[in-house]
């Protein structure tokens, strides 16, 4: 096997700079903890529901009240990672405060990843550039809530590293052991973060095979040999796609999504700030590719962030029933070209000033994002006093008012209504259903139509999206037997209904909890909600 170079080394002559010491590394990884230290509930539009899942997950066999709305049973599928994670960690702390330190942890590793991956590339040293990359950890994927998503590929991240640092030592043997194990781990955290491990891997072997002295036609089938240690999943992948998975693939190429996608890499609050950063990368990227400022690229990570973006612009919208497939790996492609920059070698001056420039905007990111945290907190908290009224054991039928999905600025309650099932052992209608893909099962019959998501999510007409109810048809229509409270979350008070059978039992300044009054002739009824 051709032993492949390492990276050129610095000069000699060329001490490391402040932005390599440890200590500093160190101490951005752990600012990169900062915005999720105060809120109670990760402000994570789709991690309210998951968290949910996880209560079922570790409760439903003590509890008199969720084996009647749920069941939850294990099955091997390539998107388990928070979901046994929590199984220790909730034992220790309880469910919402394991959710909250792996939340926390996510971005950390993140942000660990990318610049240990820097480290090995850069040959040794980490560039000044690096922390430009830092505040795509907190990219879109993980604002909408991905978790498993975002832990694989944090996972990926840190064990693409270990591949880099083990080459450039020569260890394939070792290497290879590692990685028979390695990739079955994240393949299990979440299938992504082992397929963009694949893909990642095979840029180095390509670029190491190259810079070697081979061929390109060599290094084409040598690089795919070389990643062999990754394939065992490929085994899982079967056993888990032979099952009954339910879940559609589709919308391929869909290029206005795609622009609209990588816009949003940084979307949080404030369009312009958000768009704005992410022009600011893009144009760092730009100047590296044509070599201007000063700037130029790390061969290998160049390589790797465009085999990703090739990967990108391959991928459907919608892959086995999952949502913004290709969103998901927008921010991370972005994040491996960043880290791939690095000064001239004519143009070292102008590190420092990179730097500071990086840190700078790092800074501000990090900032921004924990401001927008605390206001989300408080704003979650205002409407879940509504649960101080509620009995365990509730059936709760909630919608929450929604601004369109084209909006850049939403409130993230989708899925906060799931609290009550956290916090009430309730039923509440949110949950997504989708066989072979999902280890919660609803089971309240009962409900109907309006047991699963998106029966909570109440747009305006004009947006609604494809299932999404309509508030009159809501109104009029839910069983009233099935249920016993009825709660419009963040709905302006204009909106509020007054119907006979509907009993107001809390309100708030955007918000409404309604008693069901059941008719005795109802099957059903139970006195004591009454």
């Avoid at 709905?491 to 409404?512: K, N, S, T």
């Amino acid at each position: 096997m051709l032993s492949p170079a390492p990276p050129a080394a610095p000069s000699p002559v060329d001490p490391p700079g402040w932005w390599s010491d440890r200590r500093y590394l160190l101490l951005l990884v752990a600012l990169s903890a900062v915005p999720l230290l105060w809120p109670s509930l990760p402000p994570l539009t789709d991690a309210l529901g998951h968290l949910a899942r996880y209560h079922v997950e570790m409760a439903i066999d003590t509890s008199p009240w969720l084996h009647r709305y749920y069941a939850f049973h294990w099955a091997l599928l390539g998107n388990l990672g928070v979901d046994l994670l929590v199984i220790p960690l909730s034992a220790l702390v309880g469910v919402q405060l394991a959710v909250k330190l792996i939340a926390i942890a996510i971005p950390t590793l993140t942000a660990a990843g990318l610049l240990l991956v820097a480290r090995e590339a850069h040959g040794g040293r980490v560039p000044p550039t690096a922390a430009f990359a830092l505040p795509l950890a907190y990219g879109f994927p993980f604002q909408f809530g991905f978790l498993n998503h975002t832990l694989s590929m944090a996972l990926a991240l840190l064990a693409f590293a270990l591949w880099l640092r083990l080459g450039r030592a020569g260890r394939y043997r070792l290497r290879a052991g590692l990685f028979l194990a390695i990739a079955p781990l994240i393949w299990l955290a979440h299938v992504f973060g082992w397929g963009v491990l694949g893909l990642l891997c095979l840029a180095a072997e390509l670029a190491r095979d190259r810079q070697g002295g081979g061929s390109r036609w060599h290094a084409l089938w040598r690089a795919p040999i070389a990643v062999l240690p990754l394939a065992p999943p490929l085994i899982l992948m079967a056993l888990w796609r032979s099952g009954a998975v339910a879940g559609m693939t589709g919308d391929w190429f869909n290029f206005t999504a795609k622009l609209a996608y990588f816009a949003a890499s940084l979307r949080d609050r404030w369009f312009a700030f958000d768009v704005g950063s992410v022009l600011l990368l893009t144009g760092l990227i730009l100047a590296a590719l044509f070599r201007r400022g000063g700037l130029r690229f790390q061969h290998m990570l160049a390589l790797a962030a465009l085999i990703l973006f090739i990967a990108y612009l391959l991928l459907p919208r919608i892959l086995l029933g999952s949502a913004y497939a290709d969103m998901r790996l927008i921010p991370y492609v972005l994040a491996i070209a960043v880290i791939a920059i690095r000064p001239r070698e004519d143009a070292r001056r102008i590190a420092p000033v990179l730097a500071v420039a990086a840190l700078a905007f790092f800074g501000v990111r990090t900032a921004a994002t924990t401001v927008n945290f605390i206001g989300y907190d408080r704003a979650y908290s205002r409407q879940l006093a509504a649960l101080d009224v509620v009995p365990p054991g509730s059936r709760i039928l909630v919608l929450v008012s929604l601004q369109c999905q084209g909006s850049w600025v939403t409130t993230r309650m989708d899925h906060l209504g799931s609290q009550a099932i956290v916090r009430r052992d309730a039923f509440v209608n949110g949950q997504w259903v989708m066989p072979g893909a999902q280890l919660l099962q609803v089971t309240y019959k009962a409900a109907g139509r309006f047991a699963t998501d998106p029966s909570q999510l109440l747009r305006p007409l004009a947006c609604r999206g494809h299932g999404e109810p309509i508030f009159e048809d809501t109104l009029k229509n839910f069983p009233r037997a099935a249920f016993d409270y009825f709660w419009l979350i963040d709905m302006p008070p204009e909106r509020w209904p007054h119907e006979p059978d509907l009993i107001p039992v809390w309100h708030g300044a955007r918000g409404v909890l309604y008693r069901v009054r059941h008719d005795p002739a109802q099957p059903g009824l139970r006195a004591s909600r009454m």
